[in-house]
């Protein structure tokens, strides 16, 4: 290698550490001074946590991007040939003579040693050096004010850009603004140390859900004016530590509503307690109540236990009672008490009845008991539903002890004509095979069941008559002709109610209302007469025509049960006191006996009226008063809750909130809405 | 001021009683949710009496063919002319029923032509807030015609309900007993009250 050659190389390595520090510099300064960009920015006119939360990643993918750029632009710096170039074009008195000794082609001639010597004493070195230097120390400069800024930013404004996060509102720089106290509010709601559960921040919220005893920590940044929480009658003053406000207190057991005041204006925050659940306790074993022979054995028991946040133990209760008479002995023990942890778990355990000392006659009440974590409002303790386990007596069972069953109902005992019909058909089929002594006989067992069924028509008919039950019996059996006309049977019922039955019954014609209802029956009356009298002489196949005309009357009576008889209803008299639920009180009136009418409802109702009022002229106290009228609600009309949060959504979110309005008009008792299309139940016509 | 009396009317013709319970259950309601006096049990009037003059709102259902004697027509021609309100409720729910041929038939011929009531009509907001004509339990069920009535129709003069006129059978709808009441979790009759504070109101 010649001398102007290695003084190339040289160069090289220079130009080439220049442009990789270059490159890193350059790429420092991008992805700071991005950074910087955003927190002048947030600064000034707020970034939304979204946007800031990509930043990180933004400014490193501008870096990386900037450093292959400049990686790119300096790739030269590699080559002799373009290292020679540049220096030619840092010392034009070098005449190309460098490049020209650095071209192969004249690397073994007499040329290249005569221009080594000739370049000998160029010491271009310096100059090389000198631009390699100034291409670090721009972005050299650029970095250090990047840097320099961004480590002059103020500590909330970096804490947004690098660590976005729940709560970081307050960290926000007030540049072109003046400081509000109330502009955010953020709350930090700690759950009891029982639940084991982080902390959550929420920045603005205009309610907050929490476990009882939660430990609720309300910030803002701090102004000149001093904020003052109000509870109720009670003003807490807040705690200011550097640029913050702060009030801590606990999640209450109801309800409530805090109103934060700087003098100028308020916010107010809807504290909803979330009420840690007592223990679900579900006992598996034994299934049911039971009674044992002997005082022997093992009674296994089996529970499940479940908690909302957390089981802290768990365990049988049993009570042992013995004796008898007036002469009880009570006993109470736990069983199989164990500590419990997580929030659901299973409890097994045997009682062993002869270690109990249980006796004849003993009664064991077992139940599952089961106690949560809670050690703010608790601990809640869940019982499951108890088992009786009843040792029998002695001697208990050496006599039987039978309970009559209730009286069979008359119409269960009646087959239908439907059935009938396929007795007979069956009887038919069957015929060839059995002997004519069976087939009479099963037919007249079918005879008598049809005759049972004619007479209960027949009741019907005389029901509606006025007659009493027995009238068929009484006053249709025993006529010869046995089969009646419609009007023979209602000029007979007429005959036993001692009154015309043409008069009694507005009877004119044939189609009178009376005889178009029981036409169909005493059609099916008379066939169920011609059909019981062919089973009766063991003629089932001659049966069978009038049994089908008794059916298909019966449908036609069901399906005539729609038409109403004419005549004056009898007037339904309407207790109007019970049903105002005045009572008798002369001074009770309908209005303030009335349940819904007044009461707390009542008194929503009208603040609900006056919000809305407010809410239409545009007063910015009128979204406050729905909100509280939101918080009443929870415990005097919960029902209203719902759709009056959705109100105060829409109303700030710009929705059309006539809908929800309306529905928690509903809830509050004010005007029901009638856009029930279908009630559950009905009564048929 | 007297108390309000919810009538029933009588006619010749059909079978105009075919829902007995229909009264009681009306002012049940209404002592249930208003103020309004009303006396304990409904009134039956002859169409054709004088005596229909005496009840601002008139009830008119049956399941029969409807045919109007001429006295029954004339008294009802003035009691219309005279500010009563007139509710003909079709107990077949049927478009082609017998019921709802004649009686329409005979409303326009005593009345005015029955014109489709628009669903944001007063008479839905008089006391209760309705979108509409509630649904009956017998429309839904397919009973009769087996179509949910989207309106009902009405004979308007001066911009006030005349003549009421329902398919919907509101008359099976309300004929129970007003304790039953108690399993309903909407009380089905509450436009009932609509009824009758528009009939008293406007």
């Known amino acids: 290698m010649t001398g102007a050659g290695a003084g190339v190389r040289a160069s090289r390595r220079v130009l080439i550490a220049a442009v990789i520090l270059g490159s890193v510099l350059w790429s420092v300064v991008s992805m700071v001074g991005l950074l910087d960009v955003a927190m002048a920015l947030d600064a000034f006119i707020g970034v939304p946590r979204g946007v800031r939360s990509w930043m990180i990643p933004i400014a490193g993918i501008v870096g990386v991007g900037t450093l292959i750029l400049r990686l790119w632009w300096g790739r030269r710096a590699g080559s002799v040939q373009s290292v020679a ?154 705690v200011t530590q550097g640029a913050r406000w702060a009030v801590r207190f606990p999640m209450p057991p109801r309800p409530e509503l805090r109103r934060f005041e700087d003098g100028q204006r308020g916010r107010q925050l809807l504290l909803v307690p979330v009420t840690d659940s007592a223990p679900v306790v579900r006992l598996d074993a034994p299934p049911r109540d039971t009674v044992l022979p002997d005082p022997t054995g093992v009674i296994d028991l089996a529970a499940t236990l479940a908690d909302d946040y957390g089981l802290d133990a768990g365990w049988f209760e049993v009570i042992v009672s013995t004796g008898q008479g007036e002469s009880f002995q009570f006993g109470t023990a736990r069983v199989s008490e164990r500590p419990l942890a997580g929030t659901s778990a299973q409890l097994r355990a045997g009682i062993d009845l002869v270690a109990l000392g249980a006796t004849h006659g003993a009664f064991l009440h077992v139940r599952a008991v089961a106690r949560d974590l809670n050690t703010v409002s608790g601990p809640g303790i869940g019982v499951s539903e108890t088992r009786t386990v009843r040792v029998a007596r002695r001697g208990e069972y050496d006599s039987i002890a039978l309970e009559a069953l209730p009286p069979l109902a008359a119409d269960s005992s009646l087959l239908s004509q439907r059935l009938l019909i396929m007795l007979a058909e069956e009887l038919v089929q069957r015929r060839p095979e059995l002997s004519e002594t069976t087939v009479t006989r099963e037919s007249r067992a079918i005879a008598r069941d049809q005759e049972r069924l004619r007479r209960r028509v027949a009741e019907i008919i005389f029901m509606r008559l006025g007659d009493a039950e027995a009238g068929e019996h009484a006053h249709v059996e025993d006529t010869p002709a046995g089969a009646l006309s419609p009007e023979d049977l209602l000029a007979a019922a007429g005959a036993a109610t001692a009154e015309g039955a043409g008069e009694a019954l507005d009877f004119h014609g044939d189609e009178t209302p009376v005889v178009a209802v029981n036409r169909p029956l005493l059609e099916a009356y008379n066939a169920m007469w011609d059909a019981g009298r062919a089973l009766g002489v063991a003629d089932p196949e001659g049966a069978l025509p009038h049994m089908y005309a008794a059916l298909e009357a019966i449908q036609r009576a069901r399906a005539a049960e729609r038409i109403y008889l004419r005549g004056r209803p009898a007037a339904a008299v309407i207790d109007l006191p019970r049903v105002r639920l005045s009572g008798t009180a002369p001074t009770s009136t309908p209005a303030d006996r009335r349940p819904g009418a007044g009461g707390s409802r009542a008194r929503l109702l009208g603040r609900y009226r006056a919000a809305l009022t407010r809410v239409a002229m ?56 009638g856009s029930v299309a279908a009630t559950p139940w009905s009564i048929m016509p | 001021m007297s108390d309000f009396v919810f009538a029933t009317g009588q006619y010749e013709s059909g079978d105009w009683d075919s829902a007995p319970l229909v009264p009681a259950n009306v002012i049940d309601a209404v002592a249930r949710y208003t103020s309004i006096p009303v006396a304990p049990s409904g009134a039956i009037v002859s169409l054709a009496s004088s005596d229909v003059l005496r009840y601002p709102l008139l009830y008119l259902t049956g399941h029969l063919p409807v045919r109007f004697t001429a006295g029954e027509r004339a008294m009802l021609q003035t009691y219309l002319a005279r500010g009563g309100m007139l509710f003909v409720d079709d107990h077949n729910h049927d478009v082609d029923g017998a019921f709802h041929t004649t009686a329409v038939e005979e409303l326009e011929r005593t009345a005015g032509p029955l014109v489709e009531l628009p669903n944001d009509h007063d008479l839905y907001s008089a006391f209760f807030e309705f979108d509409g004509p509630p649904t009956t339990a017998h429309e839904l069920n397919g009973w009769g015609d087996n179509l949910v009535h989207k309106q009902l129709r009405a004979v308007i003069r001066g911009g006030r309900i005349v003549v009421l006129y329902s398919n919907k059978d509101y008359s099976s709808e309300w004929s129970y007993h007003p304790d039953n009441k108690r399993f309903l979790s909407v009380d089905n009759t509450r436009f009932a009250v609509n009824l009758v504070v528009y009939a008293l109101s406007r």
């Open chain 1, 85 to 238: 170039l540049f220096i030619e074009h840092l010392v034009p008195d070098l005449r190309y003579r460098l490049v020209t000794a650095m071209d192969r082609h004249y690397e073994s001639t007499p040329l290249a040693s005569r221009l080594d010597e000739q370049l000998a004493p160029a010491g271009w070195e310096r100059t090389v050096a000198a631009e390699g230097a100034k291409r670090i120390i721009r972005p050299l400069a650029a970095s250090a004010v990047v840097l320099t800024a961004m480590a002059f930013a103020p500590s909330g404004t970096s804490r947004r850009v690098f660590q976005p996060g729940a709560g970081d509102a307050l960290d926000r720089v007030a540049l072109a603004r003046a400081v509000d106290p109330l502009a955010d509010l953020v709350v930090t709601i700690a759950p009891p140390p029982y639940v084991n559960r982080a902390s959550q921040t929420f920045e603005n919220p205009e309610e907050v859900h929490a476990l009882v005893g939660s430990d609720v920590r309300v910030q803002g940044v701090a102004g000149e004016r001093s904020v003052v929480m109000v509870a109720g009658a009670q003003r807490t003053a807040t």
């Open chain 1, 618 to 673: 545009g007063a910015p106290d009128g979204l406050d008063s729905l909100m509280l009228l939101r918080l009443a609600a929870l415990t005097d009309a919960p029902d209203a809750v719902v759709p009056l949060n959705e109100a105060v959504s829409a109303l700030r979110e710009g929705r059309e909130p006539g809908g929800f309005l309306r529905r928690a008009l509903a809830a509050l008792g004010g005007v029901p809405v």
